[in-house]
């Protein structure tokens, strides 16, 4: 927001306490009816708690005290708000018992770590929750990169059966395109090893991908695969 990046004096948890505030008074009570205002701040905070995750709707709910179907409904709200993004499993015949369960991403990262209290760099830079957190933040950086152009596009994440995974597949002209997301600096390329899941996919072009991290350059790192500085994002 212009006044947070302009006056640096500016309190951010000032910022999003005014922020949740408006939010769930204006938007959520006003326009769709959620009389539980409490339990709607604690949903999303659930929520915050879960970025970079699977989604488990179940576990949601019953960390809440609501009923499943509310909690889906509330899920609809963050996400038609765009406060939420659900990024959908990619699946084919190929991939052995490929999990169908999807990942959620705060799309504003500063927003997650106000209601999980994450409050400090440092605790996002080395706490727990960094991973998950800097996952979520590229994947909403991609998403806002192709808005900005006028682009729509389709992301995915794949998981199998055996707990290997791969954080984000972009899906372009019959063509998919892998990347890992790693908070750090050095990737190796065992960080795509995974990638060898897709050379069982027929009829789908496996195109060049990489580990988006920390890193200062793009630089080559395995085959076509290279090491993607968050800047180039």
Not at 45 to 70: F, H, R, W, Y
């Amino acid at each position: 927001m212009p006044e947070l990046v302009a006056n640096p004096d500016f309190s951010w948890q000032v910022f999003y306490s005014d922020y949740v505030k408006t939010y769930i008074e204006r938007d959520v009570r006003k326009l769709t009816q959620v009389a539980d205002e409490d339990s709607f701040y604690k949903f999303m905070t659930v929520c915050a708690a879960m970025t970079g995750q699977m989604l488990n709707l179940s576990s949601l709910a019953k960390d809440v005290g609501i009923s499943e179907p509310t909690a889906k409904r509330w899920l609809s709200i963050l996400k038609t708000s765009g406060i939420v993004y659900i990024l959908k499993p990619y699946s084919n015949n190929a991939i052995s018992r490929a999990v169908k369960t999807p990942k959620l991403h705060f799309l504003d990262i500063g927003l997650a770590a106000y209601l999980t209290r994450w409050l400090t760099p440092e605790t996002l830079l080395s706490g727990a929750m960094s991973g998950h957190f800097f996952e979520s933040f590229v994947i909403g950086e991609i998403l806002k990169s192709y808005a900005n152009a006028g682009l729509e596009v389709d992301l995915y994440h794949l998981r199998d059966g055996h707990q290997k995974e791969i954080d984000l597949l972009i899906y372009e002209n019959n063509t998919l395109y892998p990347i890992e997301i790693k908070s750090t600096a050095e990737p190796d390329p065992k960080d795509i090893k995974n990638f060898a899941m897709l050379d069982k996919i027929k009829n789908v072009n496996i195109g060049e991908g990489g580990v988006i991290c920390l890193a200062r350059e793009l630089l080559p790192l395995k085959g076509q695969h290279k090491i993607i500085p968050l800047w180039a994002v």
